[in-house]
């Protein structure tokens, strides 16, 4: 018995160890970059509507025209942002500044869920075909490509719409009864297909496209500034307690989400100004003024010089670095209680 025994040990000895790394980062399943990116989105839409339509209304030249129709003291764009914020509050309610929510939210959750699911799994992939690690800055921008592309073609026609409830303004009758263009989301639908087909629902597709020049930039810088800050928020002794440890993670993505956004933002926003104007309804003879991309720039550029490019510019960033701080926040908050 007892040489059984000691054979058995020496086999146990002879076994190879398997060493475990317990820092080691599993792989977050695909599922999960759908749930964060959703619920980013989500909290997002709720709280940055009444910004988004104010952007979307400075964005058009609809209110431009409406407000050129009377001459008025050059005042600057902070009065005329002003201005239309009275007007809205004023012509429509409070209600107004919700306007465009249903395909706000039916757009941002699914484009979030998309835009992360494909850039999560990108990465992931990416990095293996390329031999690089994940925190490459080349599979950064790759993966985030791809999602700007992949998001963009998905969702289109539910921006379209959005945009359009947003530009939609009350109409005042000499009798005194008001009416808008669209009724509702449904409405909107019904009338983009019967006058202007399927093809109706990808106005503006071109600008997205090129938008994902700025998700890419975006989430580029995020992932560096990201990881700078949290390395410069750790204890020098190397010992954090849990809470410090959850207060670093949201300042570094706050941090890192806002900074991200502002240079990303202010670098190419132009595509956001010709993106609104490409998807604006038709005007009353049934024909769109801007036709392309190119046209809509060289339009755009030649009638409200380069100003008119940057239209909407203040509320758009209003807005945009909250929403940064919001997705990127929550989606990193649902991956670390996920235990990805």
Same mark, same amino acid.
């Given at each position: 018995? !007892? ?25 977050? $399943?695909?599922?999960?970059? *759908? ?11 709720? +709280?940055?509507?009444?910004l988004d339509v104010l952007r979307t209304r400075l964005q058009s030249d ?40 249903g395909p706000s939210v039916a757009g941002v959750v699914p484009a979030t ?18 031999? %690089? ?10 993966? $985030? ?15 379209? &719409? ?11 009758? $000499? ?18 297909? %019967? ?17 994902? +020049? ?5 989430? +580029? ?52 100004? &010709? %993106? ?7 005007? !009353? ?17 030649? !009638?409200e010089g380069m100003a008119g490019l940057y239209g909407g510019l203040a ?5 945009? *670095? ?19």
């Open positions: 018995m !007892e040489g059984k025994t000691q054979g058995y040990q020496q086999l146990q000895a002879a076994k190879p160890s398997v060493s475990v790394n317990p820092t080691a980062k599993k792989p977050v $399943a695909s599922w999960v970059h *759908l749930l964060a990116g959703a619920s980013g989105g989500f909290a997002t839409a709720i +709280v940055t509507s009444p609809f209110y431009q025209t409406q407000s050129n129709s009377t001459p008025q003291p050059h005042r600057g764009s902070n009065h005329k942002t002003i201005r239309i914020i009275s007007s809205i509050y004023r012509a429509e309610g409070w209600r107004a500044f919700f306007r465009g929510l869920a998309i835009k992360f699911y494909v850039y999560g799994n990108c990465k992931h992939i990416s990095a293996k075909l390329l031999g %690089r690690a994940e925190d490459s800055p080349l599979v950064h921008a790759q993966a $985030a490509i791809c999602a700007g592309l992949a998001t963009s073609t998905a969702t289109n026609p539910i921006w379209l &719409i959005k945009t359009r409830l947003q530009l939609d303004k009350t109409k005042t009758h $000499a009798s005194g009864s008001s009416t808008r263009q669209y009724r509702n989301s449904i409405d909107c639908i019904r009338q983009t297909l %019967r006058n202007e087909g399927i093809r109706g629902f990808y106005r503006g597709m071109s600008a997205s496209y090129l938008g994902s +020049v700025e998700t890419a930039l975006h989430l +580029v810088l995020y992932e560096r500034l990201k990881v700078g800050l949290r390395d410069t928020l750790k204890p020098s002794d190397g010992n954090s307690t849990p809470l410090w440890t959850e207060i670093s993670h949201w300042i570094s993505t706050s941090g890192a989400a806002s900074s991200a956004k502002l240079i990303a933002g202010l670098t190419t926003y132009p595509h956001e100004v &010709i %993106r609104t104007r490409l998807r604006q309804a038709p005007i !009353e003879n049934g024909r769109a003024k801007y036709t392309g991309l190119l046209q809509c720039f060289r339009t755009v550029a030649k !009638e509320p758009h960033m209003l807005r945009s *670095l909250p929403s940064a701080i919001i997705t990127l926040g929550v989606y990193e908050f649902v991956l670390r209680i996920t235990g990805s």
